[in-house]
């Protein structure tokens, strides 16, 4: 009888253990399920959607009004006021202010005056603005809100973007807009230039032609330029020959239509650097480049296709426009070296 019951007790906790291993492994198993489902988002949440929702986070708005004289070719914006602004400082508020250009002109820059400890500043404050027809087309108008900090950087809340050839400036525009991310891309226009280019391998003469240049950069306070080309040969690397035109006095669209004449043969032609440089000429002050391009079988693009076809039509002027790219871009590729040899100090 003893042995029996002693059976019966072996049997029910084989039974209670077999039940208890069940239920942990179907908690295992609930568990590895989650794993890849609501514990790896609660620890680490999804990259691309955390930035979008960056993006997307209200900034607040702005009111503002724009108004172009087309008789006087000036343009007027307004920042009236905004609302609901992103709170910048550990207070819950921020000390708002507005920055207000034309991306036809970066360098003239105007701001309200700042606003303490609001998200809902009224400014009323007007820019005027020199901005030609001919310009409309090209011009954003830009409109920065920033946080004053007076003992760190100023923090950007956010812009209004408004690009001119999308309104209809025929009567006063004034509206609200949501406050956007910061544009991270700031493309500043420096103009165009056209020159033709002839080679004739019989007497190896690089004929350069300076046609005309449009749309330069304003580096005067009076809102034009003062601007002259100079042009420049570069052979394996190393500055060569330079010539410069005459200088084109209070324009951004000047003519100068003038011919320079290098002496290069075939062989040097593989590895010349033709550099063209547009400046501004001034009287007082140190002349200050506006932009510059250079061609030849190390350039590439439309400089590139430019050099390419003067090569395969030889004795015949090939005449091309080319967008100036920033100086220091360029001399980046460039990478010249002095021409100069410095001697060596003596043991």
């Not at 500043?188 to 033709?196: A, K, P, T, Y």
Request: aromatic residues 8%; proline residues 3%.
């Amino acid at each position: 009888a003893f042995l029996i019951l002693l059976i019966i007790i072996c049997c029910c906790c084989c039974c209670c253990r077999r039940k208890k291993n069940k239920g942990k492994d179907k908690e295992k198993i609930k568990l590895g399920a989650l794993k890849n489902s609501v514990t790896t988002s609660l620890v680490q949440p999804d990259i691309d959607l955390l930035k979008k929702s960056q993006e997307n986070e209200s900034r607040g708005r702005l009111q503002y009004s724009v108004e172009y004289n087309f008789q006087r070719e000036e343009i007027t914006v307004a920042v009236k006021q905004a609302a609901s602004l992103k709170a910048m400082d550990s207070g819950g508020t921020s000390d708002p202010y507005v920055i207000v250009y034309l991306t036809n002109d970066t360098r003239k820059k105007n701001e309200t005056k700042v606003h303490r400890k609001t998200l809902s500043p009224t400014f009323n404050e007007s820019f005027n603005f020199k901005l030609l027809q001919t310009e409309l087309e090209e011009t954003d108008v830009v409109m920065q809100v920033f946080d004053f900090n007076r003992f760190s950087k100023h923090d950007v809340i956010g812009e209004v973007r408004l690009p001119l050839r999308n309104m209809d400036l025929n009567h006063v525009i004034e509206e609200w807009k949501e406050l956007s991310a910061k544009s991270t891309m700031e493309t500043e226009r420096l103009g165009e230039i056209c020159i033709s280019l002839k080679y004739i391998p019989v007497t190896s003469k690089l004929i350069v032609v300076i046609l005309e240049a449009k749309k330069l950069k304003k580096m005067d306070d009076n809102g034009l330029s003062d601007p002259y080309v100079k042009v420049q040969l570069a052979l394996n690397k190393k500055k060569w020959k330079r010539k410069k035109t005459g200088v084109k006095k209070n324009t951004l669209n000047p003519y100068f239509n003038e011919e320079f004449t290098f002496d290069v043969t075939l062989e040097q032609m593989k590895n010349v650097d033709l550099i063209i440089s547009v400046w501004d000429y001034d009287k007082v002050n140190k002349n200050e480049q506006i932009g510059k391009i250079f061609l030849g079988c190390r350039s590439s693009g439309n400089a590139l296709r430019h050099w390419s076809d003067m090569l395969a039509h030889p004795r015949r002027p090939i005449a091309q426009w080319h967008s100036l790219q920033p100086a220091e871009e360029v001399d980046n590729v460039l990478a010249l070296k002095s021409h100069l040899k410095l001697p060596l100090p003596n043991r």
